[in-house]
């Protein structure tokens, strides 16, 4: 324990960044990054490592990042062969990171650099996990945020992990919490909810999100709703069981209703005057039963597509060794 205390004290930090074209925030992020970790020497900070992941980038942003390096010695370089999207990004970023501690955080300039100690502070008081939550942010729209809270409402009221509403990946993790989260292989991921199903009890930093100085979000709606969807595919089996709970009311109430009919026709003579004829019963029952059978369906499709692409065994990501740094 007492050593521990000690490489927290003077300790070494890796900086993991994802980058999907954002060639025209680069230069202003890093420095704004750099001189950020220049005040944290302070803080016992002896030696850091910037980790960029280029996702694919279609624009110049591998040609900024060399550029980059040559500058500052500290900046590592990994070059994705294509588009694998942020979530495997990062895993590639977190895997290369060789130092006591690892922040992931976005290039695009909304997570502010100037959080950083308070990361680091919690993690120095003996957070395992620290984790960024955003207060605010003004370009996020009504319909955005609306989506948000939804989904938070809906995740921890159907499931038994919890998730904070508003968590980013703007995150600290220790080295320990590093290695068990690189254990974690699935390829349909989220990397902020399998971080919190690890189990380490997270510290939490609050932060208004800044405004992108260039460019814009490189994730849509319908990446967004994709993104939840496979949260709940990868972090729960409740849908599964809301299908099966569906399924048995819609049962029931089906044969109550049928039990009805039947009595109030065929036993007592239709004295309410409901004039149901055996044709629309059955009807009703099999709208039903087809509806449950889609939902079922649809349901069911998105397990078996997770399934699918486990039993792939695909790599998360591929470097490309020539474009990166040997490492």
């Known amino acids: 324990m007492l050593e521990e205390i000690m490489q927290r004290n003077t300790f070494k930090l890796s900086i993991v960044v994802p980058v999907f074209n954002e060639a025209s925030s680069l230069i202003d992020f890093n420095k704004d990054l750099t001189d950020e970790l220049t005040k944290i020497g302070t803080m016992g900070l002896k030696d850091y490592e910037i980790i960029y992941v280029d996702d694919g980038s279609s624009d110049n942003s591998v040609t900024i990042i060399k550029d980059l390096k040559k500058q500052y010695t500290t900046i590592k370089l990994v070059v994705l062969s294509r588009n694998f999207g942020k979530e495997c990004a990062l895993a590639a970023g977190i895997a290369v990171a060789s130092k006591d501690a690892v922040i992931t955080m976005d290039g695009d300039g909304q997570h502010p650099t100037d959080v950083l100690p308070e990361l680091i502070a919690k993690w120095q008081d003996g957070a395992r996990v620290v984790i960024g939550v955003r207060r605010k942010s003004k370009s996020d729209g009504i319909i955005k945020k609306l989506n948000s809270k939804m989904f938070y409402a809906t995740f921890n009221s159907l ?144 397990y078996i597509s997770s399934i699918n692409n486990q039993s792939k065994n695909r790599p998360l990501y591929i470097i490309d060794y020539q474009r990166s740094d040997g490492i």
């Not at 939490?204 to 709606?221: C, L, P, W």
């Not at 299908?243 to 049962?251: A, C, D, E, F, R």
């Not at 026709?265 to 409901?274: A, Y």
């Open 159 to 302: 499931t038994r992990q919890k998730l904070t509403p508003n968590a980013t990946d703007f995150r600290l993790i220790d080295r320990q919490v590093q290695q068990e989260f690189l254990k974690l292989q699935e390829s349909d991921r989220i990397t902020r909810g399998l971080i919190d199903w690890l189990g380490f009890n997270p510290s939490f930093v609050k932060f208004d999100a800044r405004n992108r100085k260039h460019g814009q979000a490189s994730y849509s709606q319908s990446k967004l709703l994709g993104l939840a969807a496979n949260t709940f595919v990868s972090l729960s089996s409740v849908p599964l069981h809301l299908v099966g709970y569906l399924g048995l009311i819609i049962t029931s109430l089906s044969l109550l209703l049928g039990l009805a009919v039947l009595i109030e026709q065929v036993l007592l003579g239709d004295p309410f005057s409901w004039n149901f004829t055996g044709t629309a019963m059955l009807s009703i029952l099999i709208l039903f039963l087809m509806g449950l059978v889609l939902i079922a369906q649809g349901i069911m499709s998105l």
